[in-house]
């Protein structure tokens, strides 16, 4: 036994540093959220006293909660995740076998990713505004200009129910080109010799990739859907940057920000940081222990 | 989840060779590089109005001629915002760096242990880890906020590098997890033949064939700093707001000159961009250990 | 091979990036000279107040305010100036937050506050939004310092009962600016055939329809606080000033029937605006108004600050401004105004820069740089011109009606006022005007 530990012990003593404060940062934090969100709390001095689940089922009748913030999300999400993965995907399939110059397209196709999202939301906001007649201007004024004007349209500040997914465009341009570059990944990491065996038995190309290496894309396609899906629920700066207090594109990581650090309600916005985490906790937890298994049983 | 992999390089597989091609083979690439241009130009199309009008005059400068080509370069939209910027640029930067190397190296004593030092118990502990890596950050704001501002941390940069460097520690730590993988078991056996101690072993057999992970990790690490938001809207006064904030509070109002807003968006943007076109390679590859990271 | 070339890159990647931190340290290093004095005289604050040197023979204030804007900045330097000849021996540290017309600073002073590090002085708008900081206990009451400078002669009652909460005040008012006010470019009501500005909400909607006739917008507005803005002259106008004021005391119900109908005459208002396009912000929504696309726009009188000084425009010949309709002879007031935290670090010093504020010569001094009107009725006409110079006017004039106003924080307190954002963005969405009545009555009871 001693020896074991004499053996390991040293290990552990490196580590224990970064294991304690991330012991606090996140699990103490994320357990210290739901204990707010238990509470009273409201304006500048923390009430520590215990309400149960009202702030919970507050929230349930809250019109903002249940009629904007989590469609908008859930439609975002759809959007966001099913566009990027589409574009991603295409892409990478354009790419995958071999193309001249094609160093250049990936990193045209990826370099967003190195932008923030605040910088992002700064350029979008003009490519996506909607002036109408003179001030025509962003992507409406290149659709005016090539005749399409019926295509134009209000972007975010649309009537419509799908305003948000507007925002699915500047996010998707961020992010679409990683999804290609986990896909390409993916697409090359299937044994050349497996590809050879189809075709030496009269596979056509098409078929060699929906037989061969489509399946082996499985993984790839969970990691992304769930990477994905994981940044829409929790993003805030995009949103932030890109019209404040548009109750169009409002979400919860918006509404717990507004409410929380304008409106001093802290017990209300830790109740909605809260249920993102339940929300980004069904995604990722599964993810992660599928992952780790995986790798064990290799 | 075993990371550091990346898409095979430039290196066109021939695969045509020797079969027979299609007669529609030559359509079929016309096609393939028409549509890939037209993909290349949507990406692009931003960084074009972004370019031509920051690079416009003043005075040149309209919202509704943002897609045409400016008459006369001229910098003087950089000389413009620059000095509205550049306090936020120097924090940035008096940021990012020491949290991407402190967390880089952090995240290489992790990886290593939990690759090739392990306890019992490692894989759940490196699961526990790497949650942290996907929470919302929302999740942990008003804890974060109480304590920060009670440790008196809320305000300057080193709280901002605290945070950055403690919640950078999942994605470091996979990364070099999963390159410490890859190093051979001999090697570390060799190194415990001869009587080396875990930290001997990290140190002068672990940490010398690290570098590749170090900037897989510095890369990410300085990428995710540079860009964030929430923290540093929530962790610093105006005196030391990290780029982006700064960014933000100039540009982030449409009431701002578009020229303005240009100018700055693009300035902020640099590092990053700088990093993504020197050292692309790396930065793919902490793209990939991120499959990953958001 | 493959490490060597993995180590020329980390190198190459070390020295990129030391490279970037050269560069604007650089630059840092030289900017200063650049740099106009205005922006050197600020220096002192770029330090964070807690590492600023203590220096206990040299007495010290710290003044924490948003006003880092054209006009406000040279306002606040002004009053420092002046602060500094009459008190040499206490040093001023300007703690300026800019951003967000006040949210950012909001934001870090709420953790000032409590973190329990409050700075010596802080702005607040006026009013309510100061009432939390007083349930918990934050600031000073002022009621002794008002009786000893004798500010409650020099300050109109309506104001002094507007900033008095439960028999106490707490925070000394610098400016007073007005946010009932419908501006419009003369020529373009000529060109209409329009007579004049609207006298009631119902006349505005007359007006709506000649205007929509010949292809115009009648009127042009921004981002949602903007919204919130016009909602009040609104309901000044069509409940008149008693009942509006009842609003925010409990003495009206929001669920009445005659706030019901305000609400469906905001309705209407809204219909015949530009809100599906509406402007990103307040600029550009009067900047539709002078280049005639839009006709009226409901706006503070930071408005004329804008036209008259940013866009040197002419004040009763390029644009004109009137009481928002209903509202003649009311002054729906805001006002940012200093206070004395508890546990304020140096408060004997933190005392005299309110006094500072109180005074005729601070309030002359500010004002006219910032285009608001003093909220003392004793400072020096001379110095208002344009349209500062009726503002004054109507602000000292006994018979006028003093009201708060609720997009800027005077009648409701910063928990009302989210939950008012969150309304009326739901409301601007559905239109139910009834569902907008109850959400506030329901949000009123829960953060009174």
């Known amino acids: 036994m001693m020896r074991r530990i004499r053996a390991w012990g040293p290990g552990l003593l490196l580590i224990l540093p970064s294991l304690l404060v991330l012991a606090v940062f996140v699990y103490g934090f994320l357990g210290w959220n739901i204990r707010v969100s238990l509470s009273s709390w409201r304006g500048l001095v923390p009430a520590h006293d215990f309400v149960g689940l009202t702030n919970y089922t507050q929230l349930f009748d809250d019109v903002r909660f249940t009629h904007y913030d989590v469609p908008n999300i859930a439609l975002f999400t759809l959007v966001f995740v099913a566009g990027s993965l589409a574009v991603g995907f295409f892409m990478a399939v354009l790419l995958d076998r071999g193309v001249a110059g094609e160093h250049v397209f990936r990193s045209v196709y990826l370099f967003p990713m190195a932008i923030s999202f605040i910088a992002t939301a700064i350029i979008w906001r003009w490519l996506l505004d909607n002036g109408g007649g003179e001030s025509t201007t962003g992507i409406n004024k290149l659709l005016v200009d090539a005749g399409l004007e019926s295509w134009r349209s209000n972007w975010f500040k649309s009537e419509s129910r799908w305003a948000i997914a507007a925002i699915a465009l500047p996010a998707g341009w961020s992010l679409s080109g990683y999804v290609m570059s986990l896909f390409l990944a993916g697409m090359r990491g299937v044994p050349e010799e497996l590809r050879e065996a189809a075709r030496v038995d009269g596979a056509s190309e098409p078929k060699v990739f929906w037989h061969v290496v489509r399946p082996m894309l499985l993984p790839v396609l969970m990691s992304a859907v769930v990477i994905l899906a994981h940044i829409s629920l929790k993003t805030f700066d995009l949103f932030y940057a890109m019209d404040q207090k548009n109750i169009k594109i409002d979400t919860p990581a918006l509404y717990m920000w507004f409410t929380t650090f304008d409106g001093g309600f802290y017990a209300r916005g830790a109740a909605i940081a809260a249920l993102l985490l339940a929300g980004v906790a069904t995604v990722i937890v599964p993810y992660i222990w599928y992952a780790v298994r995986a790798e064990r049983t290799r | 989840m075993t990371a550091v992999a990346e898409p095979g390089g430039d290196r066109g597989r021939g695969r045509d060779d020797g079969r027979i091609r299609s007669r529609w083979a030559p359509y079929v690439t016309t096609v393939r590089y028409l549509v890939l241009f037209a993909l290349a130009c949507f990406f692009l199309m931003p960084v074009y109005a972004l370019l031509v009008t920051a690079l416009k005059s003043p005075s040149e400068v309209s919202v509704v001629r943002m897609w045409q080509w400016p008459h006369t370069l001229s910098l003087d939209n950089f000389h413009l915002v620059w000095p509205k910027l550049r306090d936020g640029f120097t924090n940035s930067v008096l940021m990012a760096l020491p949290a991407s190397i402190l967390s880089s190296v952090l995240g290489a004593a992790n990886g290593f242990v939990l690759a090739k030092w392990r306890f019992p118990g490692a894989d759940f502990v490196f699961a526990l880890i790497l949650f942290g890596m996907f929470i919302p950050y929302q999740a942990v704001l008003i804890p974060m906020f109480q304590t920060m501002s009670a440790t008196g941390l809320r305000g300057g940069i080193p709280g901002l590098v605290l945070v950055h460097v403690i919640y950078g520690l999942p994605i470091t730590t996979l990364i070099f997890r999963s390159y410490f993988a890859g190093i051979s078991e001999e090697l570390i056996e060799a190194a415990k033949v001869d009587g080396a101690g875990m930290l001997r072993t990290f140190a002068f057999v672990a940490l010398p064939v690290a570098p590749p992970a170090f900037a897989v990790a510095m890369i990410w690490q300085f990428t995710s700093a540079w860009n964030d938001f929430l923290f540093g809207v929530l962790l610093t006064t105006k005196e030391r707001w990290p780029i982006t904030v700064a960014l933000n509070n100039i540009a982030g109002s449409q009431a701002v000159p578009f020229n303005e807003a240009m100018a700055s968006a693009l300035l902020a943007c640099l590092p990053t961009l700088l990093v993504y076109i020197l050292l692309g390679r790396f930065f793919m590859r902490g793209l990939m250990a991120g499959a990953l990271k958001g | ?448």
């Open chain 3, 1 to 448: 091979m493959q490490r060597q070339r993995m180590n020329q890159i980390v190198v190459s990647l070390a020295a990129a990036l030391i490279g970037v931190a050269g560069v604007a340290g650089c630059s840092k290093a030289k900017e200063p000279a650049k740099e106009a004095p205005k922006e050197a005289a600020k220096d002192p604050a770029a330090a964070p107040p807690k590492e600023a040197p203590k220096e206990p023979a040299k007495d010290q204030v710290e003044v924490f305010s948003w006003w880092t804007g054209a006009g406000e900045q040279e306002g606040l330097d002004a009053m420092i100036a002046d602060f500094k000849s009459k008190n040499p021996s206490i040093e001023v540290v300007n703690a300026a937050v800019s951003g967000g017309a006040g949210t950012n600073a909001k934001a870090i002073l709420a953790n000032r506050l409590q973190a329990g590090n409050p700075p010596d002085s802080y702005q607040r708008h006026a009013g309510l939004e100061l009432a939390d900081d007083i349930k918990a206990g934050k600031v000073e009451d002022l009621t002794p310092l008002y009786g000893a400078q004798g500010w409650n002669d020099k300050l109109p009652k309506g104001l002094l009962d507007a900033i008095t909460i439960e028999g106490k005040i707490y925070s000394v008012p610098v400016n007073i600016h007005r946010a009932n006010l419908i501006w419009f470019v003369p020529k373009t009501l000529q060109a209409l055939g329009i007579a004049g500005p609207p006298k009631t909400w119902k006349e505005f909607m007359t007006q709506a329809k000649t205007i929509k006739a010949k292809g115009k917008t009648a009127l042009a507005i921004g981002p949602q606080w903007t919204q919130k803005h016009l909602l009040e002259t609104v309901l000044l106008g069509e409940l008149g000033p008693d009942k509006y004021t009842g609003l925010w005391n409990g003495k009206t119900d929001w669920k009445s029937a005659e706030v019901t109908a305000a609400l469906d005459m905001f309705k209407q208002v809204l219909s015949v605006s530009d809100i599906k396009s509406s402007a990103p912000d307040w600029q550009p929504a009067a900047d539709r108004v002078t280049d005639g696309t839009a006709v009226y726009t409901v706006m503070g009188d930071w408005l004329d600050g804008y036209w008259g000084r940013a866009k040197k425009l002419a004040f009763k010949t390029d644009y004109d401004v009137a009481a928002t309709p209903g509202s003649a002879g009311v002054y729906d007031f805001l006002s940012d105004s200093f206070t004395l935290p508890v546990g304020a670090k140096h408060r004997a010093a933190a005392e005299k820069w309110l006094i500072e504020c109180g005074s005729v010569s601070g309030q002359d001094l500010f004002n006219p740089q910032k285009g608001s009107v003093p909220a003392r009725t004793d400072a020096d006409k001379a110095k208002y011109q344009g349209y500062l110079a009726t503002a004054l006017k109507d602000w000292q004039d006994p018979a006028t009606k003093i009201v708060g106003s609720l997009a800027h924080g005077v009648v409701a307190n910063n928990a009302l006022g989210s939950e008012i954002d969150t309304a009326l963005g739901i409301f601007v969405e559905n239109r139910d005007s009834a569902g907008f009545a109850a959400a506030v009555a329901k949000a009123y009871a829960a953060t009174k």
